[in-house]
């Protein structure tokens, strides 16, 4: 499946794979900064922002999706930063085409199974009954989903998926029926019985749970050289609440300082 993608700056190629209800833009100024020193690939997966729809949506169809992306734009060992979802389809490449990378950065997700969330179909759903026949305008949508998603953070993050159809006609980009479909096989564990035997760098937020420290022994056993970094002031949302820390740690891991891209 091609995908859409953003591209910024020269160099040796780093590619930024977003999370679960993202979209390239959300890793945009981060990528800009990387475009100092490298040249960023920041796609949008597949049934999310402005690449396909599928009905397939699982870690090996993403795999797949990224071999043909790197494949097709003659991408030279890249480096490979994924956060949440995007992270576990960095971690599945990584063991899947070890060959293919030079290094991974995974930010604040395991390879391990999640429990299901019901925070998840609950947004799912709150898109999903929005009739955009009587919608007027985001406001308008943001309102409707206050009761829904009451966390004004995680509104304006759904709210990014917001689009003009048409004229005066918004829309939700993703396919949402298909991340409703296959939201358990967005929450399963990597299933491999290979390992990354190359640089690999782990970052947690001191304040998600998404990593822990029964986490920190099956990431050492899938990929031996991961180093885990804590940036404590960071949620999930580690690139939006700590962008300066995160920047230090990739700097210190891809071996170059990353400033801004003009």
Known sequence: MKLFFRQFGQGTPVIILHGLFGLSDNWVSIGKRIASQFSVYIPDLRNHGQSAHSPAFNYPAMTDDLLEFIEENNLSNPILIGHSMGGKVAMNFALEYPALLDQLVVIDIS?????????HSDIINAMLS?????????????????????????????LKNLYYRAPKELAWRPDLEAIKNNLDAIFDGIQADRQFNKPALFVKG????????????????????????????????????APTELCRLLSASLGKECTFYQ
Request: glycine content about 2%; overall charge positive.
């Open 111 to 119: 390879p391990g199974r999640y429990p299901a969330c019901s925070m």
């Open 130 to 158: 929005i009739n955009f026949q009587e919608v007027t305008s985001r406001n308008h949508v943001e309102t409707l989903l206050q009761k829904a998603i009451p966390d004004n953070r995680v509104r304006q993050f759904i």
């Open 206 to 241: 001191g304040l998600s749970d998404y990593i822990t420290s029964a986490d920190e022994a099956l990431i050492r056993r899938m990929f031996p050289l991961a180093l885990i970094k804590t940036i404590p002031s960071a949620t999930h949302w580690v690139h939006a609440d």
